[in-house]
C-alpha cells in the first residue's frame, strides 16, 4: 500500500509540475482571444445560430470585441471582425495568416491538395505555376477578352431563343461562365447541347441547391456522425465525385494525346511541368495535384462568377429604374452594334457602381474562406496557436455601416461621389484579400462586365411576378449566400 502511495503522490506530482509548466508557457506566450465558454462536444453551438453563423459572429462582437474566439463543435475558430482587424491579418501580417484553414466538408470534398486547400510549399508552388501559366494562355490579356466577348454573343443568341418564355435563367449563365475557364484549363468550350456538360451543370446546380440543407450545414460541426448518416449532405458528396471524375478523365484523356511540343491548355503544361521534375522525389507536380488542381480551377472560375451574375439578374429585375440609367448608359458608350469591352467600364460609373454593389450586398463568402496562422502568432493583445482556424469575416466588411450606411439596402450609391463618378472603397474585397487572394479575380470582374452588359444591351428583363414582391435577401449557408430561385423573361430590345 505505502509502494501504491507513492507512486500515486509521484504521478501527481508530475502531472502538476507538467500541468503548471504548460500554463506557464502559455501565460508567457500571452493571453488567447476572448469567447463563450465552450461545452463538451457541442463547443458554443448552443449559444449561437448554426444556420446564420455571421449574424451570430456580429452580437459576438458586440460583447467580446473585434477579436475573439468561439468553438464550432469541437473546433476552436478565432473570429477576426472588422475591416481594422481584417486588413491587419490578412494584409500586414498576412504571412503569418496565410495558412488556409478548412471546414470539414471542405476537407472531405477537395482533400488539401489543390491550390485552394493546399498549404507550405505545395501551395506556394501550384499557385506560383498555376498564375504563370494560366497568364500564358491569356487570363488578363486582350486573348481571353476576345473569348468573353464571343461567348457572350453564344448567350445573347440562346436567351433570344427563348422567345420571351419565363425561366430560371441558372443553367444558362453557369455553362457560360463554365466555358471561359474551360477554354483556359481544358482547351476547348463545350457546345450548349453537350450531353455530358449539361450533367455536369445539373450536378453543379443541386450542389449549389444542398448548400442550404440542414444537414449539409451540421456536417461543418459534427463530420464523424454525419458521415453515417443519409441525407442531402450524402448527394452533394456524391455530386461532387462526379465532377471530380469528369475533370480526372479530361486529365487522363490529355496524357494520351500530350504534344510535348506544343501545349494546348493548362493541363498538357502541368504533365509538361511533371515530365521535367520526374527526378525530383518532393516534386508538387503530381497527377494528384493537377487532378485537384484543375477541379479548383473548374470550380471557382465556374461557381462564384456566375452566382453572382444569378444575384446580379435577380436584383436588377427587381429594381426597373437601375436597370434604366445602366441601359441609357451602355447606349451611349457602347451603343447596340458592337460587343462590350473591359476599356468602356471607366466611361460608365454608375454601371460600374451596380456591379460592385451587387458584390458588396450578397457578401457571397460571408465568413471568407477559413484562414489559418502558420506560427505561433502575435496578433495585437492575443496569443494564437500555431494552425489556428481563422475566420476573417468579410461580411463585417462589406457590410460595415460607417464605409455603407444602410447596408442591408442595395444602393449603387454606397459607389458613387456626388458628382456621379465611380468612388472607390478600400473596404470593398468580396474576392478576400492579401496572400490568399482570389487567382482568378482579374477573370471573374471581366467575365461579369462583359456578361451582364451584354445581357443589359440585347434585353428588358420581366418579371413574372410584382417588383415588390421579388425577395433578393440572400439564402445564407455555412459555406457561402446563395440566390433564390426565380424566373424571369428576357425580352429583346
Same mark, same amino acid.
Given at each position: 500500500?505505502?509502494?501504491?502511495?507513492?507512486?500515486?503522490?509521484?504521478?501527481?506530482?508530475?502531472?502538476?509540475?507538467?500541468?503548471?509548466?504548460?500554463?506557464?508557457?502559455?501565460?508567457?506566450?500571452?493571453?488567447?482571444?476572448?469567447?463563450?465558454?465552450?461545452?463538451?462536444?457541442?463547443?458554443?453551438?448552443?449559444?449561437?445560430?448554426?444556420?446564420?453563423?455571421?449574424?451570430?459572429?456580429?452580437?459576438?462582437?458586440?460583447?467580446?470585441?473585434?477579436?475573439?474566439?468561439?468553438?464550432?463543435?469541437?473546433?476552436?475558430?478565432?473570429?477576426?471582425?472588422?475591416?481594422?482587424?481584417?486588413?491587419?491579418?490578412?494584409?500586414?501580417?498576412?504571412?503569418?495568416?496565410?495558412?488556409?484553414?478548412?471546414?470539414?466538408?471542405?476537407?472531405?470534398?477537395?482533400?488539401?491538395?489543390?491550390?485552394?486547400?493546399?498549404?507550405?510549399?505545395?501551395?506556394?508552388?501550384?499557385?506560383?505555376?498555376?498564375?504563370?501559366?494560366?497568364?500564358?494562355?491569356?487570363?488578363?490579356?486582350?486573348?481571353?477578352?476576345?473569348?468573353?466577348?464571343?461567348?457572350?454573343?453564344?448567350?445573347?443568341?440562346?436567351?433570344?431563343?427563348?422567345?420571351?418564355?419565363?425561366?430560371?435563367?441558372?443553367?444558362?449563365?453557369?455553362?457560360?461562365?463554365?466555358?471561359?475557364?474551360?477554354?483556359?484549363?481544358?482547351?476547348?468550350?463545350?457546345?450548349?447541347?453537350?450531353?455530358?456538360?449539361?450533367?455536369?451543370?445539373?450536378?453543379?446546380?443541386?450542389?449549389?441547391?444542398?448548400?442550404?440543407?440542414?444537414?449539409?450545414?451540421?456536417?461543418?460541426?459534427?463530420? @464523424?456522425?454525419?458521415?453515417? &448518416?443519409?441525407?442531402?449532405?450524402?448527394? +452533394?458528396? *456524391?455530386?461532387? %465525385?462526379? !465532377?471530380? =471524375?469528369?475533370?480526372?478523365?479530361?486529365?487522363?484523356?490529355?496524357?494520351?494525346?500530350?504534344?510535348?511540343?506544343?501545349?494546348?491548355?493548362?493541363?498538357?503544361?502541368?504533365?509538361?511541368?511533371?515530365?521535367?521534375?520526374?527526378?525530383?522525389?518532393?516534386?508538387?507536380?503530381?497527377?494528384?495535384?493537377?487532378?485537384?488542381?484543375?477541379?479548383?480551377?473548374?470550380?471557382?472560375?465556374?461557381? @462564384?462568377?456566375?452566382?453572382? &451574375?444569378?444575384?446580379?439578374?435577380?436584383? +436588377?429585375? *427587381?429594381?426597373? %429604374?437601375? !436597370?434604366? =440609367?445602366?441601359?441609357?448608359?451602355?447606349?451611349?458608350?457602347?451603343?447596340?452594334?458592337?460587343?462590350?469591352?473591359?476599356?468602356?467600364?471607366?466611361?460608365?460609373?454608375?454601371?460600374?457602381?451596380?456591379?460592385?454593389?451587387?458584390?458588396?450586398?450578397?457578401?457571397?463568402?460571408?465568413?471568407?474562406?477559413?484562414?489559418?496562422?502558420?506560427?505561433?502568432?502575435?496578433?495585437?493583445?492575443?496569443?494564437?496557436?500555431?494552425?489556428? &482556424?481563422?475566420?476573417?469575416?468579410?461580411?463585417?466588411?462589406?457590410?460595415?455601416?460607417?464605409?455603407?450606411?444602410?447596408?442591408?439596402?442595395?444602393?449603387?450609391?454606397?459607389?458613387?461621389?456626388?458628382?456621379?463618378?465611380?468612388?472607390?472603397?478600400?473596404?470593398?474585397?468580396?474576392?478576400?484579400?492579401?496572400?490568399?487572394?482570389?487567382?482568378?479575380?482579374?477573370?471573374?470582374?471581366?467575365?461579369?462586365?462583359?456578361?451582364?452588359?451584354?445581357?443589359?444591351?440585347?434585353?428588358?428583363?420581366?418579371?413574372?411576378?410584382?417588383?415588390?414582391?421579388?425577395?433578393?435577401?440572400?439564402?445564407?449557408?455555412?459555406?457561402?449566400?446563395?440566390?433564390?430561385?426565380?424566373?424571369?423573361?428576357?425580352?429583346?430590345?
Amino acid at each position: 500500500m505505502e509502494v501504491l502511495g507513492g507512486t500515486t503522490i509521484f504521478l501527481l506530482v508530475c502531472i502538476s509540475c507538467l500541468l503548471f509548466a504548460a500554463w506557464r508557457s502559455r501565460s508567457q506566450k500571452g493571453k488567447e482571444p476572448p469567447g463563450p465558454t465552450a461545452f463538451p462536444i457541442v463547443g458554443n453551438l448552443l449559444q449561437i445560430n448554426p444556420w446564420n453563423l455571421p449574424e451570430s459572429m456580429k452580437e459576438l462582437s458586440k460583447k467580446y470585441g473585434p477579436v475573439f474566439t468561439v468553438h464550432l463543435g469541437p473546433q476552436k475558430v478565432v473570429v477576426l471582425y472588422g475591416y481594422d482587424v481584417v486588413k491587419e491579418a490578412l494584409i500586414d501580417q498576412g504571412d503569418d495568416f496565410s495558412g488556409r484553414g478548412t471546414l470539414p466538408l471542405i476537407k472531405k470534398l477537395f482533400q488539401g491538395t489543390g491550390i485552394v486547400t493546399s498549404n507550405g510549399e505545395t501551395w506556394r508552388q501550384l499557385r506560383r505555376f498555376a498564375l504563370t501559366t494560366l497568364r500564358d494562355f491569356g487570363m488578363g490579356k486582350k486573348g481571353i477578352e476576345e473569348r468573353i466577348q464571343e461567348e457572350a454573343h453564344f448567350l445573347v443568341e440562346r436567351l433570344k431563343n427563348t422567345h420571351e418564355r419565363p425561366l430560371d435563367p441558372s443553367s444558362f449563365l453557369i455553362h457560360a461562365v463554365s466555358n471561359i475557364i474551360c477554354s483556359i484549363v481544358f482547351g476547348d468550350r463545350f457546345d450548349y447541347e453537350d450531353k455530358g456538360f449539361l450533367d455536369l451543370i445539373d450536378w453543379i446546380e443541386e450542389n449549389n441547391r444542398l448548400q442550404a440543407s440542414i444537414q449539409t450545414q451540421l456536417y461543418n460541426f459534427f463530420p @464523424t456522425v454525419m458521415d453515417y &448518416l443519409p441525407g442531402p449532405h450524402q448527394t +452533394l458528396i *456524391k455530386n461532387f %465525385e462526379k !465532377v471530380d =471524375k469528369f475533370t480526372t478523365d479530361i486529365v487522363m484523356e490529355h496524357q494520351k494525346t500530350l504534344d510535348p511540343t506544343c501545349p494546348r491548355d493548362f493541363i498538357d503544361s502541368f504533365l509538361n511541368k511533371m515530365e521535367q521534375e520526374k527526378g525530383n522525389h518532393d516534386s508538387k507536380f503530381t497527377v494528384e495535384t493537377l487532378s485537384r488542381t484543375t477541379l479548383d480551377l473548374f470550380l471557382a472560375g465556374t461557381g @462564384t462568377t456566375s452566382i453572382t &451574375l444569378r444575384f446580379a439578374v435577380l436584383i +436588377l429585375h *427587381k429594381y426597373p %429604374e437601375i !436597370v434604366e =440609367k445602366m441601359q441609357k448608359e451602355i447606349d451611349s458608350v457602347i451603343g447596340r452594334d458592337r460587343s462590350p469591352r473591359m476599356s468602356d467600364r471607366s466611361q460608365m460609373p454608375f454601371t460600374d457602381a451596380v456591379i460592385h454593389e451587387v458584390q458588396r450586398y450578397i457578401d457571397f463568402l460571408p465568413i471568407n474562406v477559413p484562414h489559418s496562422v502558420i506560427r505561433d502568432t502575435k496578433f495585437r493583445d492575443y496569443f494564437i496557436p500555431k494552425d489556428t &482556424l481563422i475566420f476573417p469575416m468579410l461580411s463585417s466588411v462589406l457590410h460595415d455601416s460607417k464605409e455603407f450606411p444602410n447596408p442591408e439596402k442595395f444602393d449603387p450609391g454606397h459607389f458613387l461621389n456626388a458628382n456621379g463618378t465611380f468612388k472607390k472603397s478600400d473596404y470593398f474585397m468580396p474576392f478576400s484579400a492579401g496572400k490568399r487572394v482570389c487567382a482568378g479575380e482579374g477573370l471573374a470582374r471581366m467575365e461579369i462586365f462583359i456578361f451582364l452588359t451584354s445581357i443589359l444591351q440585347n434585353f428588358t428583363l420581366k418579371p413574372t411576378v410584382d417588383h415588390k414582391d421579388i425577395d433578393i435577401t440572400p439564402i445564407i449557408t455555412s459555406l457561402a449566400n446563395m440566390p433564390r430561385s426565380y424566373e424571369i423573361s428576357f425580352v429583346p430590345r
